[in-house]
């Protein structure tokens, strides 16, 4: 098992940074590959960003690519994920998850999730 708490949501200006962490405990996460997804009000799950184990493989949505970056400290058992050049439309409830198979984690689909932070970016 392993449990995942995100932090470091909050309100912010558009143009704005922040940065979401993702700490997990249970099993060392070296092993899983790990994302990070948002839903707005109305939308479905999304995926953001996603990492694999060894952290030498990202992928991003197209709206995200060059303002955000996902990185992790396996030593730390932390993910996280550095947001830049806020929008408004970046307003969401911000998710991260773990999985065995980054493909799995494509499609939005994980063994594992947080319970979500909100990140809110005022106009």
């Known amino acids: 098992q392993v449990q995942l708490v995100e932090s470091g949501g909050g309100l912010v200006q558009a143009g704005d940074s922040l940065r979401l962490s993702c700490a997990a405990s249970?099993?060392?996460?070296?092993?899983?590959?790990m994302g990070w997804f948002r839903q707005a009000p109305g939308k479905e799950r999304e995926s953001v960003a996603t990492?694999?184990?060894?952290?030498?493989?990202?992928h991003y949505e197209d709206s995200v690519k060059g303002r955000f970056t996902i990185s992790r400290d396996n030593a730390k058992n932390t993910v996280y994920l550095q947001m830049s050049s806020l929008k408004p439309e970046d307003t969401a409830v911000y998710y991260c998850?773990?999985?065995?198979?980054?493909?799995?984690?494509?499609?939005?689909?994980?063994?594992?999730w947080g319970q979500g932070a909100q990140v809110t970016v005022s106009s």
């Open positions: 998850a773990a999985d065995s198979l980054m493909l799995r984690l494509y499609s939005s689909v994980a063994d594992y």
């Open positions: 249970g099993r060392a996460v070296s092993s899983y590959a």
């Open positions: 990492i694999s184990g060894g952290g030498g493989i990202t």
